[in-house]
T-cell receptor, first 111, second 112 residues
Framework: QQPVQSPQAVILREGEDAVINCSSS?????VHWYRQKHGEAPVFLMI?????EQKGHDKISASFNEKKQQSSLYLTASQLSYSGTYFC????????????FGPGTSLSVIP | DTEVTQTPKHLVMGMTNKKSLKCEQH?????MYWYKQKAKKPPELMFV???????INESVPSRFSPECPNSSLLNLHLHALQPEDSALYLC???????????FGDGTRLSIL
């Protein structure tokens, strides 16, 4: 039940935008997004609990399409500090207490 | 500064040793988690404790034994580990399950 993420990796220049997608083959209860920098612990970005919900802070936002069992993370006007690996974590409606992480998307922002 | 503290930061042990990993949080969280993470892979869920009771065991081998002595502490007891168990072990906590998780810095475990 691991979610699928795309792309696997992306390289951006500062100021460019990126979208990371996360999808599941099963009905989702929630989607979580985390960023992990090299050698550090994962850091929580946001959680989406309702279909259609969009959340964001600063220039990072996310949407959740419950019908399609998909979520997307939007990074606008990227900064060097956005570099890292982005993981989506999904909890199924049948086991909402278990969050399983996708394989990750490596994002590199270059000057 | 991390609000979830894990000790030790590094651990090297032989396959016949017994050791324990410790995790502590003082945020009043009632859900705590153990994850295993290999290089360039996502954190892999091992155990979930909810209100000090084990609620999820992801078919983890019995050589890993979790313990939650109180709402602030989580231990992972290790015995007779294999070389493939070498990894970063992350502890996390959240207010309750399915809420934002706060991760510790992890214990890097090497099995000789």
């Amino acid at each position: 039940q691991q979610p699928v993420q795309s792309p696997q990796a992306v390289i951006l220049r500062e100021g460019e935008d990126a979208v990371i997608n996360c999808s599941s083959s099963k009905a989702l209860y929630s989607v979580h997004w985390y960023r992990q920098k090299h050698g550090e612990a994962p850091v929580f970005l946001m959680i989406l609990l309702k279909g259609g919900e969009q959340k964001g802070h600063d220039k990072i936002s996310a949407s959740f399409n419950e019908k399609k069992q998909q979520s997307s993370l939007y990074l606008t006007a990227s900064q060097l500090s956005y570099s890292g690996t982005y993981f989506c974590g999904t909890a199924l409606k049948t086991s909402y207490d278990k969050v399983i992480f996708g394989p990750g998307t490596s994002l590199s922002v270059i000057p | 500064d991390t609000e979830v503290t894990q000790t030790p930061k590094h651990l090297v042990m032989g396959m016949t040793n017994k050791k324990s990993l410790k995790c502590e949080q003082h945020m009043g969280h009632r859900a705590m988690y153990w994850y295993k993470q290999k290089a360039k892979k996502p954190p892999e869920l091992m155990f979930v404790y909810s209100y000090e009771k084990l609620s999820i065991n992801e078919s983890v081998p019995s050589r890993f034994s979790p313990e939650c002595p109180n709402s602030s502490l989580l231990n992972l007891h290790l015995h007779a580990l294999q070389p493939e168990d070498s990894a970063l072990y992350l502890c996390a906590s959240s207010q309750v399950v399915n809420q934002p998780q706060h991760f510790g810095d992890g214990t890097r475990l090497s099995i000789l």
